[in-house]
Structure formats: structure tokens, C-alpha cells
């Protein structure tokens, strides 16, 4: 602040020990950088008020917080007050100077002041807490992080960090000790002032001394936050109860071909490893992020296997590092600290709870509330071991998502997100929840159901392959890659909970398959159909609406939804045309042309000789697929039972009673002149229960595969048995409607 540097390190404390002999110093002088530096403080103290909090109570008034009441009290505290009480010193000071040198009653106005200072000791016992809240909140919530960013970059702020400005408060109070012993020291002691003087600068110089512990912590606090700002696509929260940074530099890790230089930070309880990045330019980033490691799980031999010297081996249960140091003392420096503080943390496993118990009351109790609140959301580290590094619904082998694209993507994300966050009101979210179950998997495969029965066999039988398709393609790519979940990423605010991998999209691409299906019904019945401007337009409103029930709740990224769109239409376009492809030397099911004009039509009196193997085939196959799909290793999908109960019974249904080639006395069922419009209230419910049946039987825990094995299995027999009875029973044409 103002001219001088108040930085707390060891040369720049002394004056609250001791003081220089600075006789020949003049009153004035001292007196002028008195007022200087408060007028400074003051104009940033406006910055925080003005600029940082009022805009977020305001955005709480206007029903759209960015954070709420309880976070925003607990990160700027007393900064209010403070500001007041600085003004009103500041006033006083000025208008002192106004009458220099006949009034020189600076100790006075010190005097009346040092009452209150009691206001900047209760700022300084929750700076730890609103640091940790400060963290949280950057990291967990898209919008605030952007507000943080737009407040920062305006003009009364300067590029200046909120860290910066509210640590301030602890600064100035340090300094108050040393410009009041400056003053001191060039004040004769037969001046009037000479007194109160001393005795304003005794009773600071108590408070500082008394809060010389919480000023140090408040400094190595800010240290972190500056590293924690600088690193690139940071997926863990650097600022964590009790945690200092021990030491940091370059070394060499042994990569598969030669050595590779990363930046190293060691902390009382992990290290970190980070690469530098070669022209960060006008970025604030100088870092990006690689990995972490739990000293409590890591080890260190001080010694390499090789030619090369001052290397040593860092060990973790997962995997050994080997790294190198540029001399020997910074090896022997590195390999020193890492002994004492691996032997520290693995001494002191019980981890928080030491941690409060070595703190006040008061510090454990918001202490414990910041963890309770961060277990909940706190994204895994990529070095504990399996059991908690791994999501419960996670299946083993996955593969994450690739960073890089992570990277490239990560703005158009998070702007995304935050402003798809606006609109997540309760009444948003009914909403929301309304398009996630009607662009479901469950509904989607009532619709094949609900056209067999009601006569539409080519729609229909193709409709059932290219869903099947599109389940096991998008099942199979959220099987192998793993992302995980904006709001358990930290990345938005949760208002919604669902397990799974986030990649890709599923409710985008089922609703991507609606527009389709509508599109395709719509040209399937009107052949001469004519390309209209509007058309585009309801298939885009439900495309984006699907996007937004996703994103708004913290389930999806906009890239999911984004690559959900794409692989639909690929699938839908590719699948379209590859079922019109003769793969087993016929085209019935594609063209009807095959048995819609069949003499031999299937009857109740005929149904005997009809191959009974692919009428049995589906009870059959339908719990061996969904018992293959549901245990390890594959672990394929938790609706597998679902997709293939209903696949295999309408596929079932088709081979047996559309396909002659397969029928022993070349039967088929022909083509109905008339569609009996009882259809729709007979197939409706049937399928309807079947879905809901499965989705009871999904219900709890993945090891629930037997009863999903049963569903599915009953939900075949029962869309098997239910087309036969209606079609051939009340769709025959030569029995007619009954």
C-alpha cells in the first residue's frame, strides 16, 4: 500500500519488536505517509465494498445469487466496519494536516481509534475461513468464478485479486505499529503529542504481537491462493485446512525417452506436480496442472538406479516417479523434506480430525463445516487408492475423458453453464424433469411396440434396430470413457443427483432420435412431401430444450450435449441405411414387398408350423444378453435388462411372424388392409407396464442384477406373447377385427 512495502516477512516485522533510531526523520513526513497510506486503504477497502460485495447482495435481493447470504457474510466478515472506522481515521488525520503545524494532535485521534481495533482481530480470526469459502466457491460455482473475473478486470479494481484486497485489513494493522513507532521516534519527548503518541503506538504494538501467528498463517494462505490462481486446469482445491507449502522448484522426471523438467510443490500433506507453460503470455496461468500425491500413501528412496546424479525415486501405492535435481544440495534438500513430512502425514492418517484438534474452538467449528461441505463434491485424486479414487457407479477398465479436449473445451462449457444456471428454479426444474423422462430410453422403446401392434411392420422392425443401435453405441462409449459430472466436478451447482459417466449426453441423443423418428413418420406416410422453411425449426426448439434440462442441473456439459447431437444423427442417418442393406439375403422387414402379398398367411390353426426355435428363441436369449451386459467385466449398462427385453421380444415377433424365409411352410403375416385403431389402447398400457417393470427392477444398487434378469426376461415373454395374440388374432385380415 502507498509507497512502501508492508509485507510481513522477517526484516519488515521488526518494527513491532523493536524499531530503528530514525531521529533525524521529520514529524511531518511521517505524518504525510500517515495519510497517504490510509487514503490508499480506504480506496481499496471501497473496491471490495463497492465492486465485490454490494453486486453480490444485490444479485441475492434480485432472486439470481450468485452466492448466498451465509457465504457472502463469511468471506468479507467486518470488511464493512473497517471500511467505516478507516474513513472516519482518514477524516480525522486530514483535517489534522489542514492546521499543521499549530495542531499536531495525531496520538489523540490514534487514542480514539485503538478502541476498535478489537473489529480488524475479528477479521483476522475468519480470514482462515473465508479463504476456504473463498476457494470453494471459485472453484464449485461457474458463476461466481466469472464474476470474479469481470469484478477483478473493471477499472476501480486494477487487475487487482480479491485475496489481495481482503488481506489488506491484516497489512494495515502492522503497519499502524510501525508508521506510530516512526512517529514516535522523531517526537521530542516534552511534545505534547509525545504521550498519546506512545501510549497509541503501546496498544497496537499488544494487538500485533498477540496476532503475529494469525498474520503469518493469513501470509501463507496468500501464497497458496497465488499458486492456486497460476495453475491451468487445477482439478483439486489447493487451500485446505491446516495445509503450508513447504518447498517448490524444478526437477527432472525420467520420461520413456529422456527427461522432462516439471515444477514441484511439496505441502505438509501432498505434492504436486505441475509443467511450466513456455508463453502464458497475457494468461494468468505460468502452470499446468498434472497430478497430486498423499504423502500418507507415498515413499521416497534417496537414491536412482543409473549414471545420472542427484536423483531419487518417489513411490506411491499406484505408481514410482523418478526424478532428478540440478545439484546436490537441492537434492538433499528435497529428499530431507520429503522423509520428515512423509513420516508426519503417515503419523497422522486421522488427517481432519488432528487438524481440529489442533485448532481453536471456534476455527474447528467452521473448519469442520468446510469439510463436511467439500467431501460432498471434492473431485477424486488420481493417486489414492481404487476403492476411493473410483466413483461407485464407475465400471473397471474406463478410460477419463481426454484432458486436452477437456481443455479446448472448458469456456465454452463454463459460460454455458452459467448461463444455463439462471433458469434452475424450482419451477424450471419440474420442467427439466418432465423433458429427462419423456427423452428417456423407457419411452423411446414403447414406440417400435406400440407400431408392430398396430400393423406399421416396417416402421416398426426398423425403428426397434436403429434404437437397439443407438443404445449399444452410446452405451458402449459411456462404458469406456469417463467423465465426471459437472456438479461433482465442481464445475456447476448441483440441483439435480444421477450416477454415471456425463459423456455422452444420452437424454440429447434420445431426443435427437424423437425428431427423427418424427421427421421419418412424417415423410414415411407423406412421400410427396415438398421442403418446407419451418421445418427445422421444432426439431431445434426440442434439441435445445434437452440441452438445457442437462446443463442447468449440473448433469451434462454443452459438449456432451454437443457430440450427443452429432453421434445421434450419424447413428440414426448410418443405421437408417444400413437396415435396408440384404446382411442375411432378404429385405422383407425393409421394403415389404416380401410377405405383404403371402398366400400362405399365418393363422391360429397354422401357428404349429410355424419355427418355434425363434418363437422360444427370445425368453431365452433375453436373460443370457442382459446377464452378459450387467456383470463384470463388461458392466455394460444398468437398463441393459430394459433395451434387450424389448429388442429381443419385438425382434423375436419379427423373425418368427414376418420373415417367411425362416418360417418352415413359407408363412408370414401379410399386410393388414385396415388398421384396427383398438391397437393403440390394447399396445399402450402393455408396453407402458413393461417399462415401468423395469425401471422398479433397477431400482438400488448394481447388484441387483437378478431381479433385472427376471424383468427383462418377463418383458420379453410378454411383448412376444402380446403381438402374437393381437396380430394374429384381431389383425388378420381374412378374420377380421373382432
Given at each position: 500500500m502507498g509507497n512502501?512495502?508492508?509485507?510481513?516477512?522477517?526484516?519488515?516485522?521488526q518494527?513491532l519488536?523493536?524499531?530503528?533510531?530514525?531521529?533525524a526523520?521529520?514529524?511531518?513526513?511521517?505524518v504525510?505517509?500517515?495519510i497517504?497510506?490510509?487514503?490508499?486503504?480506504?480506496?481499496?477497502?471501497?473496491?471490495?465494498?463497492?465492486v465485490?460485495?454490494?453486486p453480490?447482495?444485490?444479485?441475492?435481493l434480485?432472486m439470481?445469487?450468485i452466492?448466498?447470504?451465509?457465504?457472502?457474510?463469511t468471506?468479507?466478515?467486518?470488511?464493512?466496519?473497517?471500511?467505516s472506522?478507516?474513513?472516519?481515521?482518514?477524516?480525522?488525520?486530514s483535517?489534522?494536516?489542514?492546521e499543521w503545524?499549530?495542531?499536531?494532535?495525531?496520538?489523540?485521534?490514534?487514542?480514539?481509534m485503538?478502541?476498535?481495533?478489537n473489529?480488524?482481530?475479528q477479521?483476522l480470526?475468519?480470514?482462515?475461513?473465508a479463504?476456504?469459502?473463498l476457494?470453494e466457491?471459485?472453484?464449485?460455482?461457474?458463476?461466481?468464478?466469472?464474476f470474479?473475473e469481470?469484478a477483478?478486470s473493471?477499472?476501480q479494481?486494477?487487475?487487482?485479486s480479491?485475496?489481495s484486497?481482503?488481506?489488506m485489513p491484516?497489512?494495515?494493522?502492522?503497519?499502524?505499529s510501525e508508521?506510530?513507532e516512526?512517529?514516535?521516534?522523531?517526537t521530542e519527548s516534552?511534545?505534547?503529542?509525545y504521550e498519546?503518541c506512545?501510549?497509541?503506538?503501546?496498544?497496537?504494538?499488544?494487538?500485533c504481537i498477540?496476532?503475529e501467528?494469525?498474520l503469518?498463517?493469513?501470509k501463507?494462505?496468500?501464497?497458496?491462493?497465488?499458486?492456486?490462481q497460476?495453475?491451468?486446469s487445477?482439478?483439486?482445491n489447493?487451500?485446505?485446512?491446516?495445509?503450508?507449502?513447504i518447498?517448490?522448484?524444478?526437477?527432472?522426471k525420467?520420461?520413456k525417452?529422456?527427461?522432462?523438467?516439471?515444477?514441484?510443490?511439496?505441502?505438509?500433506?501432498?505434492?504436486?506436480?505441475?509443467?511450466a507453460?513456455?508463453n502464458?503470455?497475457?494468461?494468468?496461468y505460468r502452470?499446468?496442472?498434472?497430478?497430486?500425491?498423499p504423502?500418507?500413501?507415498?515413499?521416497v528412496?534417496?537414491?536412482?538406479?543409473?549414471k545420472r546424479?542427484h536423483?531419487?525415486?518417489l513411490?506411491?501405492?499406484?505408481k514410482?516417479?523418478t526424478?532428478?535435481?540440478d545439484?546436490?544440495?537441492?537434492?538433499?534438500g528435497?529428499?530431507?523434506d520429503l522423509?520428515e513430512y512423509i513420516?508426519?502425514?503417515?503419523?497422522?492418517?486421522?488427517?481432519?480430525s488432528?487438524?481440529l484438534?489442533?485448532?481453536?474452538n471456534s476455527q474447528s467449528?467452521?473448519?469442520?463445516?468446510?469439510?463436511?461441505?467439500k467431501?460432498?463434491?471434492?473431485?477424486?485424486?488420481?493417486f489414492?487408492t481404487?476403492?476411493?479414487?473410483?466413483?461407485?457407479?464407475r465400471p473397471?477398465?474406463?478410460w477419463?475423458f481426454?484432458?486436452?479436449?477437456?481443455?479446448?473445451?472448458k469456456?465454452?462449457d463454463d459460460?454455458?453453464?452459467?448461463?444455463?444456471?439462471?433458469?434452475s428454479?424450482?419451477?424450471y426444474?419440474?420442467?427439466y424433469?418432465?423433458l429427462n423422462?419423456?427423452f428417456?430410453?423407457?419411452?423411446?422403446l414403447?414406440?417400435?411396440?406400440v407400431?408392430?401392434?398396430?400393423?406399421?411392420?416396417?416402421?416398426g422392425t426398423?425403428?426397434?434396430?436403429?434404437?437397439?443401435?443407438?443404445?449399444?453405441m452410446?452405451?458402449?462409449?459411456?462404458?469406456i470413457?469417463?467423465r465426471?459430472?459437472?456438479y461433482?466436478?465442481?464445475?456447476?451447482t448441483?440441483?439435480?443427483?444421477?450416477?454415471?459417466?456425463?459423456f455422452p449426453?444420452?437424454?440429447?441423443?434420445?431426443?435427437?432420435?424423437?425428431c427423427?423418428?418424427?421427421?421419418?413418420?412424417?415423410?414415411?406416410?407423406?412421400?410427396?412431401?415438398?421442403?418446407?422453411?419451418w421445418?427445422?425449426?421444432p426439431?431445434?426448439i426440442?434439441?435445445?430444450?434437452?440441452?438445457?434440462s442437462?446443463?442447468?442441473?449440473?448433469l451434462?456439459y454443452?459438449s456432451d450435449?454437443?457430440?450427443?447431437?452429432?453421434?445421434?444423427?450419424?447413428?440414426c442417418?448410418?443405421?437408417?441405411?444400413?437396415f435396408?442393406e440384404p446382411?442375411?439375403g432378404?429385405?422383407s422387414?425393409a421394403?415389404k414387398?416380401?410377405?405383404?402379398?403371402?398366400?400362405s398367411?399365418?393363422?391360429?390353426g397354422?401357428?404349429?408350423?410355424?419355427?418355434?426355435f425363434l418363437?422360444?428363441?427370445?425368453?431365452f436369449?433375453?436373460p443370457?444378453l442382459t446377464?452378459?451386459f450387467?456383470?463384470?467385466?463388461v458392466?455394460?449398462?444398468?437398463k441393459s435388462?430394459?433395451?434387450?427385453?424389448?429388442?429381443?421380444?419385438c425382434?423375436a415377433?419379427q423373425?418368427?411372424?414376418l420373415c417367411?424365409?425362416?418360417s418352415?411352410?413359407?408363412q408370414?403375416?401379410?399386410?393388414p388392409d385396415t388398421?384396427f385403431?383398438?391397437s393403440?389402447?390394447?399396445?399402450f398400457p402393455?408396453?407402458?407396464?413393461?417399462?415401468i417393470g423395469?425401471?422398479?427392477?433397477?431400482k438400488?444398487?448394481?447388484?441387483?442384477?437378478k431381479?433385472q434378469?427376471?424383468?427383462?426376461?418377463?418383458?420379453?415373454?410378454?411383448?412376444?406373447?402380446s403381438?402374437?395374440?393381437?396380430?394374429?388374432?384381431?389383425m388378420?385380415p381374412?378374420?377380421?377385427?373382432?
Open positions: 512502501k512495502d508492508t509485507d510481513l516477512d522477517s526484516d519488515q516485522f518494527p519488536l523493536g524499531g530503528t533510531n530514525e531521529d526523520e521529520d514529524r511531518g513526513d511521517v504525510q505517509d500517515l497517504q497510506d490510509e487514503s490508499e486503504f480506504v480506496k481499496n477497502m471501497q473496491t471490495v465494498v463497492q465485490f460485495m454490494l453480490l447482495r444485490e444479485a441475492v434480485s439470481q445469487p452466492l448466498n447470504q451465509d457465504q457472502i457474510k468471506i468479507f466478515s467486518t470488511v464493512e466496519v473497517i471500511l472506522l478507516s474513513s472516519k481515521l482518514q477524516s480525522d488525520l483535517s489534522v494536516w489542514k503545524p499549530q495542531q499536531q494532535n495525531i496520538g489523540e485521534k490514534f487514542l480514539e485503538t478502541p476498535y481495533l473489529l480488524y482481530a477479521y480470526g475468519n480470514f482462515e475461513s479463504v476456504f469459502t476457494s466457491c471459485a472453484r464449485q460455482q461457474p458463476a461466481f468464478s466469472s470474479l469481470t477483478q473493471s477499472a479494481a486494477n487487475n487487482t480479491i485475496f484486497l481482503l488481506i491484516l497489512e494495515r494493522v502492522a503497519s499502524y508508521d506510530l516512526r512517529l514516535v521516534q522523531c516534552s511534545h505534547a503529542d498519546a506512545n501510549r497509541a503506538m503501546n496498544k497496537v504494538l499488544q494487538i498477540g496476532l501467528d494469525k503469518i498463517r493469513a501463507e494462505l496468500e501464497q497458496i491462493w497465488l499458486l492456486q497460476s495453475i491451468k487445477l482439478t483439486v489447493l487451500l485446505e485446512p491446516g495445509r503450508k507449502m518447498r517448490e522448484g524444478f526437477l527432472f525420467q520420461g525417452m529422456d527427461l522432462k523438467a516439471r515444477w514441484f510443490v511439496l505441502f505438509n500433506d501432498i505434492i504436486i506436480c505441475t509443467e507453460i513456455e502464458p503470455g497475457n494468461s494468468r502452470l499446468l496442472w498434472k497430478w497430486r500425491m504423502l500418507s500413501q507415498a515413499g528412496d534417496p537414491f536412482a538406479p543409473g546424479q536423483g531419487f525415486i513411490k506411491s501405492a499406484r514410482n516417479y526424478l532428478y535435481a545439484s546436490e544440495e537441492t537434492h538433499k528435497w529428499v530431507d522423509k513420516g508426519l502425514a503417515r503419523a497422522n492418517k486421522s488427517g481432519s488432528n487438524l484438534g489442533a485448532m481453536s467449528v467452521s473448519v469442520s463445516n468446510y469439510l463436511v461441505d467431501a460432498k463434491g471434492d473431485e477424486d485424486d488420481e489414492v481404487a476403492k476411493k479414487k473410483r466413483d461407485p457407479e473397471t477398465p474406463s477419463k481426454p484432458p486436452k479436449l477437456n481443455d479446448a473445451f469456456t465454452f459460460r454455458l453453464i452459467q448461463l444455463c444456471q439462471r433458469w428454479s424450482p419451477n426444474i419440474r420442467f424433469l418432465f423422462f419423456f428417456s430410453l423407457e419411452v423411446m414403447i414406440v417400435p411396440v407400431l408392430l401392434m398396430y400393423g406399421e411392420d416396417g416402421l426398423e425403428l426397434n434396430f436403429i434404437i437397439f443401435l443407438c443404445w449399444g452410446c452405451s458402449f462409449l459411456k462404458r470413457i469417463w465426471t459430472r459437472p461433482r466436478a465442481q464445475r456447476a448441483k440441483k439435480l443427483e444421477r450416477f454415471g459417466s456425463s449426453c444420452t437424454t440429447v441423443i434420445y431426443s435427437v432420435f424423437f427423427f423418428i418424427g421427421c421419418y413418420a412424417y415423410k414415411y406416410y407423406k412421400p410427396d412431401l415438398v421442403w418446407a422453411l421445418m427445422p425449426v426439431p431445434l426440442i434439441v435445445v430444450l434437452a440441452s438445457m442437462r446443463i442447468a442441473t449440473g451434462n454443452p450435449c454437443l457430440f450427443g447431437v452429432m453421434f445421434s444423427l450419424i447413428v442417418v448410418v443405421g437408417s441405411l444400413f435396408k446382411l442375411l432378404c429385405q422387414c421394403w414387398h416380401c410377405y405383404v402379398w403371402r398366400d398367411v399365418i393363422k391360429f397354422s401357428v404349429k408350423g410355424l419355427n418355434m418363437l422360444l428363441f427370445g425368453p436369449a433375453s443370457l446377464w452378459l450387467l456383470r463384470r467385466p458392466e455394460f449398462n444398468r435388462h430394459l433395451a434387450v427385453g424389448f429388442f429381443v421380444g425382434g415377433f423373425l418368427t411372424y417367411p424365409r425362416y418352415p411352410g413359407d408370414a403375416l401379410v399386410w388398421f385403431n383398438a393403440l389402447a390394447f399396445s402393455i408396453a407402458v407396464l413393461c417399462a423395469c425401471k422398479l427392477a433397477d438400488g444398487k448394481r447388484g441387483a442384477w431381479r434378469i427376471i424383468a427383462g426376461t418377463i418383458t420379453t415373454a410378454v411383448i412376444v406373447v403381438l402374437t395374440f393381437w396380430r394374429v388374432g384381431f388378420n381374412e378374420q377380421g377385427p373382432r
